[in-house]
């Protein structure tokens, strides 16, 4: 199993988070390894990555989105389970065995969901995030696919075949790039499996509620245009 972090100015928290993860994954009876993805952090991150041995360290020479990092982790990942989550760890890293069971299972794609049952939200985001969450997915629905309650909870597992198929496609490098992810797995008729999640929303995202969300509004409509454009050639 592969877990994939991608970082940007995360000297602050990375740290708690990379010894909440190899406490966990050093009791798991699988082979595993973690990549930190650093995405062109200007602060101490890669410095405190370098601190823990037993993780790999990735260093993107410039800051190139959530979508760039967590495509390099995943592409340099082994394993036959590729996993990623936040650095912040809203979705607690105990919740892993879900989605490995669910690839286990069968599923191609197995992502982590806040929508399917709600009450499992512990920690909520502010009123007007979640209200720009839900318009968003909303957007989703009526541009590029249907039939996914929240395509943007950062806990994600893929099957390696999955991984090599897909991501050398994608495009979008910002934070709307799981939209992309999912519909080239679909078109590439791969299953998608949502489970519910734990989620503790963290005051410290670096989303910002207005230039984030504009941004991912125009990837959302590059994503279709360039995906209507391709079912049209």
């Keep these: 199993m592969s877990l994939i ?5 995360e000297e602050g ?7 909440t993860v190899l406490q966990y994954l050093e009791q798991q009876p699988y082979e595993w390894e973690v990549l930190v993805v650093d995405d062109g952090s200007t602060d101490q991150t890669a410095a405190v990555v370098a601190q823990f041995p037993a993780v790999k360290l990735l260093q993107l020479p410039e800051n190139r989105g959530k979508g760039a990092a967590v495509k390099e982790g995943m592409l340099h990942a082994r394993g036959a389970i ?8 809203s979705t607690p890293i105990t919740e892993l065995p879900k989605l490995l069971e669910c690839i286990r299972s069968g599923c191609d794609v197995c992502i982590g969901s806040r929508a399917l049952r709600p009450e499992l939200v512990r920690r909520h985001q502010p009123w007007y995030r ?9 957007i989703v629905q009526l541009l590029v696919m249907r039939g996914i309650k929240d395509t943007q909870c950062g806990f994600k597992a893929f099957r390696a075949e999955v991984v ?3 991501f050398p496609q994608l495009r979008t490098m910002g934070f709307a790039f799981d939209v992309e992810v999912l519909l080239l797995a679909r078109r590439a008729g791969y299953s998608i499996c949502e489970i519910p999640v734990l989620w503790y929303n963290d005051e410290r995202s670096r989303v910002h509620p207005i230039r984030d ?14 995906h209507w454009r391709r079912s049209r050639s």
């Design 5 to 9: 972090i991608p970082a940007y100015n």
């Design 13 to 19: 928290r990375i740290g708690n988070t990379l010894r």
């Design 82 to 89: 590729r996993v990623f989550s936040d650095a912040d760890l």
């Design 130 to 138: 979640e209200t720009m969450g839900k318009i968003f997915n909303v």
């Design 164 to 166: 090599e198929t897909v």
């Design 213 to 226: 969300a504009t941004k991912m509004l125009i990837e959302l409509l590059r994503i279709r245009f360039r």
